[in-house]
C-alpha cells in the first residue's frame, strides 16, 4: 500500500478557520465528501462516532482520525494542517495540527488496518512532521507525503 493510492492531491488542504475539534471534523467531512461521493453529515457522523469511543489524537501534535462507512470502493485519506493547533484531547494532551483521515469501507477488514499502519508509520518520523508544519502549499504538502514513504522504502 502506497500514500499515492490513499491520497489524492485534491485530499490535502490547510485550514485557518477551525477553533474547536468538531469543526475540524466538520472541515474534513466536507473536503472527503469531494473525495468518497458520500454525503459530508454521513461523514461527519461516522468520524464523531469513532471518536466518541476514544480520542485518535496520538501525541506530538498528530492525530489520526478513522471511520468505516457504507458504499466506499477503498480505503481513502484526507491529511490537514492547521495554521493554529487545537485541542483535540490526545494521548499527551498537546494540541494537534497534522490530521490524517481515513475512510474505508465497513468490510476494509485487514487494508484498512494496513493503511492505519503505514499512516503512523510516516507520521513518527520528527522531519517529515518539520516539513509539513513549515509548508502551506497543498501540493507541496502532498509532495512531501507521497515522497516520504519513497525515501523510507529505499
Do not use: W
Not at 485550514?15 to 472527503?32: E, F, N, T, Y
Amino acid at each position: 500500500m502506497h500514500f499515492s493510492t490513499l491520497l489524492a492531491p485534491q485530499a490535502v488542504k490547510v485550514v485557518s478557520d477551525v477553533s474547536s475539534k468538531k469543526r475540524l471534523m466538520q472541515a474534513i467531512a466536507d473536503l472527503a465528501e469531494t473525495q468518497v461521493d458520500i454525503p459530508a453529515a454521513r461523514i461527519f457522523e461516522a468520524l464523531q462516532e469513532r471518536e466518541s469511543l476514544g480520542p485518535t489524537g496520538v501525541g506530538n501534535g498528530i492525530a489520526l482520525p478513522h471511520a468505516r462507512l457504507e458504499n466506499m470502493d477503498g480505503v481513502k485519506g484526507v491529511f490537514t494542517r492547521l495554521d493554529r493547533p487545537i485541542a483535540f484531547d490526545a494521548a499527551d494532551r498537546q494540541p494537534v495540527d497534522l490530521i490524517f483521515t481515513l475512510l474505508a469501507p465497513v468490510d476494509s477488514g485487514v487494508d484498512h488496518l494496513k493503511a492505519l499502519a503505514l499512516v503512523s508509520r510516516t507520521f513518527r518520523d520528527p522531519s517529515l512532521c518539520a516539513k509539513l508544519r513549515a509548508n502551506n502549499d497543498p501540493v507541496t504538502l502532498y509532495t512531501l507525503l507521497t515522497e516520504s514513504q519513497a525515501t523510507q522504502a529505499a
